[in-house]
Every structure is written in structure tokens, then in C-alpha cells.
């Protein structure tokens, strides 16, 4: 697991194959603008992210769909066994409706799609958590 960001009270768990996106995010956590969150867990897969939930039981997570070993949806599945409340924001790139709605038929409760900013980040977050 790679080093984790200091800064709020709800726990965050950021899953991405991209080392690029885990790092932007948690960056997006660590300027402020998406305030009262700790970063607890970064994962490049799903499998990984199931193995850090049970040991952080993140209130957060965000969710990559595409990735090797466990893919973001099968990932949600597991999560909810887990941790039934965790709130789960899927980031991906794809463009399938079909995959990001069945992501979030599987439990997930937010989706933002990649290339995004931060204000569009920070946005997604603060209207999950019901901040907006």
C-alpha cells in the first residue's frame, strides 16, 4: 500500500489501477477541497481494496471500473458485504452507460467520469455526502 494523506474524519479509500489518478485525488483531499476526509487506502485493484476495507472500513471509496485482478463492479459487490454503508464513488473513463449503471445497481451511489477536474471531483463528493 502506498503512503496515505492526513486531514479529516471520514475515512477515504481510493481504488485505481492509475497511479496518476490514486495520487490526483488524494492530492484533491489533501488541498481542501473536500473537507473533513482521510485518505486510509490506496489500491490498485479490486482485490486489494477488499483486502484494505476489512482492515480500514473506509466510510468512502472511489472506484475505478477497469482494472486487472478484480474490476470495479465485482469490487462494489464485495464492499457492501463488507461495509453495507460504505458510500462508493465510481471514477472511470468508461463511457458505457450500461457499465456504469450496472455499477451502480450493484451498490454504488455516485458516478464521475474521467478525464475530470477538481471542482467536478470535489463537486461529486460534496453531493454524496450530501454537502450541496
Known amino acids: 500500500m502506498e503512503s496515505v494523506v492526513q486531514s479529516?474524519?471520514?475515512?477515504?479509500m481510493i481504488v485505481d489501477d492509475s497511479s496518476i489518478i490514486r495520487?490526483?485525488?488524494?492530492?484533491?483531499?489533501?488541498?481542501?477541497?473536500?473537507p473533513d476526509i482521510t485518505v486510509v487506502g490506496l489500491a490498485r485493484n479490486g482485490k486489494e481494496a477488499v483486502q484494505i476495507c476489512k482492515q480500514q472500513m473506509p466510510d468512502v471509496v472511489t472506484m475505478d471500473?477497469?482494472?486487472?485482478?478484480?474490476?470495479?463492479?465485482?469490487?462494489?459487490?464485495?464492499?457492501?458485504?463488507?461495509?453495507?454503508?460504505?458510500?462508493i464513488l465510481v471514477i472511470s473513463a468508461l463511457k458505457d452507460k450500461a457499465t456504469a449503471l450496472e455499477a451502480l445497481h450493484r451498490g454504488a451511489n455516485g458516478f464521475v467520469c474521467k478525464p475530470f477536474t477538481d471542482k467536478q471531483l470535489a463537486n461529486a463528493f460534496n453531493e454524496l455526502l450530501g454537502r450541496l
Open 8 to 12: 479529516g474524519s471520514l475515512s477515504l
Open 23 to 34: 495520487q490526483r485525488i488524494a492530492r484533491v483531499v489533501e488541498m481542501g477541497l473536500i
Open 65 to 87: 471500473l477497469t482494472m486487472p485482478e478484480m474490476d470495479g463492479v465485482a469490487c462494489i459487490e464485495h464492499l457492501i458485504k463488507v461495509k453495507p454503508d460504505t458510500q
